[in-house]
């Protein structure tokens, strides 16, 4: 099978680059950037921005997974993100209808439903101007394939967290790191995140056919509240970690510790539910939350 895969060079991007080479699958990644060392030399790389993308380029591929968008930002405007986000998804969109790629893989994010829980029926309400965009994104998509005989595929993940760490599970680290004694005993919400390896082994499932098209939410198995992910992240980095409880009205400002993404969601549930592959056990996260915090922040790795 051939993949055309937009934003080659980001977080996601290179390890499924990688991931598919190693799959078996030949690829064709294209990013802005220039080729990388990292690269194997048998994936062709196209140095070209995607909003430069034409259906000749796309021709004889299987799929295209389009994963090149403007990260969940607050410096730019509304205007700007939904230029790269849905503008840009419609033009790639297009581009594999012209093309006839039978298979298209759209990245979104599962703030395109919400910033809470969800259930695979929520009707989605994002609030956030990244989730909007994400939504319209989706729905550009569904308008343009609708009558077509192409295959959309829509993936909503929870948090991604993997190696290299980076953004708001850095953060952590860094304060897990710190040694000190950490107030947050007393939280109790849960949140589901999505380990790297976890959503790799979905995508290669995918492309070899065993889930049907459809939109999925994804994260791990676990629901872990922040201490719990605390405690991992520290057993993960050789640490015994100390969480004393504090009271909940006090908290407030000694939670400006946190990432911005944790002040706001405190005391609320973020769970998400298992999608309809799962339930129909056409797949099944590999790694537990576990396993993939060790792999993610310590030296372990999985036998």
């Known amino acids: 099978m051939k993949v055309f895969l937009t934003g080659s060079s980001g977080y996601i991007g290179s390890a499924l680059v990688k991931a598919l080479y190693s799959n078996g699958f030949k690829v064709t990644a294209c990013s802005r950037s220039q080729r990388p060392q990292w690269c194997p030399s048998e994936v062709s790389w196209m140095a070209k921005p995607p909003r430069e993308l034409h259906a000749n380029d796309l021709k004889n591929h299987d799929a295209i997974i389009h994963l090149a968008a403007l990260a969940d930002a607050f410096s730019e405007s509304e ?3 939904f230029e790269i986000n849905q503008s840009l998804t419609e033009h790639i969109v297009e581009s594999a209808l012209q093309a006839e790629v039978p298979n ?6 599962i703030k395109a439903v919400s910033e809470f829980s969800i259930a695979n029926n929520t009707y989605p309400v994002p609030v956030t101007p990244y989730g909007r965009s994400k939504l319209a994104a989706e729905q550009s998509a569904k308008t343009l394939l609708n009558s077509s005989a192409i295959n959309l595929f829509v993936l909503r ?6 190696l290299p760490i980076s953004g708001n599970f850095e953060r952590l680290e860094r304060i897990v790191r710190l040694g000190l004694p950490l107030p947050f005993g007393s939280l109790t ?6 380990f ?4 790799i082994d979905f995508v290669v499932t995918l492309l070899n056919g065993k889930i049907d098209p459809g939109t999925y939410n994804l994260s791990d198995k676990e629901r872990l509240t922040l201490p719990d992910l605390l405690r991992l992240i520290g057993l993960a980095n050789g640490r015994t970690l100390r969480l004393f409880k504090f009271s909940l009205p006090l908290l407030t400002p000694v939670a400006r510790l946190l990432p911005n993404a944790y002040v706001n969601l405190l ?3 973020s769970i998400v539910e298992e999608n309809i592959a799962q339930k129909q056990n056409r797949w099944q996260p590999p790694f537990t939350a ?3 915090i060790a792999q993610s922040f310590g030296n372990w790795i999985k036998p």
């Open 189 to 194: 919400a849960e949140k589901s995140y999505l």
């Open 79 to 81: 205007s700007e993100i």
């Open 196 to 199: 790297l390896g976890n959503l």
């Open 157 to 162: 993940p929870a948090p991604v967290y993997g």
């Open 104 to 109: 298209v893989v759209l990245f979104s994010s």
């Open 267 to 269: 005391l609320s549930d």
């Open 290 to 292: 576990r396993e993939g």
